[in-house]
């Protein structure tokens, strides 16, 4: 079974406008993390948020907003005013473990979003 | 600019050579990663070093063989490659231990074997 699931593999928004990308997790763990990363054309895969599995409000970094639920387990990005630069792959990933130890990155399949003028 | 950096950016190889591909980190990182990243696949973790011990090998062939001889620099060390093994290589570094640190990415080498 996936322990990341991405179900978009495409999204495309109107530049200025907002755009969520879907993200659920599987996982048994109490403690936990979920991040999101953008990996344009280039390559490199930029870290975006964090949203730590006891973090009573959602993460939020700049345009960037996580709509964390975890009842549901889902972690879904929102991205607000869309800009052309946002185009790109983005990645759900969680790592499992308590603080302390190395658990290990575990990534979706990506979504890739495409900005229109 | 990361912090993380990778050469080369492409390398185009035959299945009889032997190349390396080099990371180097500036972020003062203990930890440090090899993912492989094919085409319509999720990023495959491939190996894991901490303070230059690794501590995970994630089934990854013999033929692939990674080197860390200090906590800034990671190599992979490539021979006698298959097709399949054509991907865009990602290394990535963080600080030891927790849930919460994000790993920083370097910009990839994007393997093509012939």
């Known amino acids: 079974a996936q322990k990341i699931t991405q179900t978009q593999p495409g999204m495309f928004v109107q530049e200025k406008e907002a755009v969520t990308l879907d993200c659920t997790y599987d996982t048994s763990d109490q403690s936990y993390g979920l991040f999101w990363y953008k990996q344009p054309s280039s390559g490199e895969m930029i870290f975006l948020i964090y949203?730590?599995?006891?973090?009573?409000q959602n993460a939020t970094e700049g345009r960037y907003s996580l709509n964390f639920q975890k009842a549901r387990k889902s972690a879904n990005l929102v991205i607000s005013a869309s800009q052309l630069g946002d185009s790109a792959m983005y990645f759900c990933?969680?790592?499992?473990?308590?603080?302390?130890?190395?658990?290990?990155?575990?990534f979706g399949k990506g979504t890739k979003l495409s900005v229109k003028p | 600019e990361t912090g993380v950096t990778q050469t080369p950016r492409h390398l185009v190889m035959g299945m009889t050579n032997k190349k390396s591909l080099k990371c180097e980190q500036h972020?003062?990182?203990?930890?440090m990663y090899w993912y492989k990243q094919s085409a319509k696949k999720p990023l495959e973790l491939m190996f894991v070093?901490?303070?230059?011990?690794?501590?995970e090998n994630n089934s990854v062939p013999s033929r692939f063989s990674p080197e860390c001889p200090n906590s800034s620099h990671l190599f992979l060390h490539l021979h006698t490659l298959q097709p399949e093994d054509s991907a865009l290589y990602l290394c990535?570094?963080?600080?030891?231990?927790?849930?919460?640190?994000?790993?920083?990415f370097g910009d990839g080498t994007r393997l093509s074997i012939l």
């Open positions: 070093y901490n303070f230059k011990e690794q501590t």
């Open positions: 990535a570094s963080s600080p030891q231990g927790g849930r919460h640190q994000p790993q920083h």
């Open positions: 949203q730590g599995s006891y973090d009573e």
């Open positions: 990933a969680m790592r499992e473990g308590l603080g302390g130890s190395q658990g290990n990155l575990i």
């Open positions: 972020l003062g990182h203990n930890a």
